[in-house]
């Protein structure tokens, strides 16, 4: 390829945070991990096939299985402090308690929890 090709390619591609989803172990209860990659790409294709051949790669390290799944968002930012590098949204009829329990927060998650939020924020 040329110069200006590979320049023109670089100056339209664009950062992607992907989501894949794991499972360790092969006996339930199963541990399932949801990780977030970022990558310089060109499409959300092309950012999704480096996810998923970085997420076999990770998969191979240990007794974990990638489950095929992979959600890909396009960042408007640019990499930074504060940047945001995924967003999800859904619809549900459920209140926001029973959403965050539902979804988030069903007791299962192997999470810490902070002594004290920052001003404005809900809890984590």
Known sequence: MSDAHDA?????QGWFSVR???QYG??????YEERIT???AVSFDAAVALAEAEAAEYAN???RRYLGFAQAYRMFDEL????EVYSLMRDSELPP???LTAFFDTG???QGTLKEPAAGSMPC
Not at 8 to 12: R, T
Not at 26 to 31: E, I
Not at 80 to 83: C, D, E, N, R, S
């Open 108 to 110: 299962e998650e192997r």
């Open 20 to 22: 894949c989803v794991f």
């Open 80 to 83: 930074g402090y504060g940047a």
């Open 8 to 12: 023109d390619e670089a100056v339209n």
């Open 61 to 63: 390290e240990v007794d």
């Open 38 to 40: 970022v990558w310089r």
């Open 26 to 31: 092969s006996d339930a209860p199963f541990v």
């Open 97 to 99: 308690d029973a959403y």
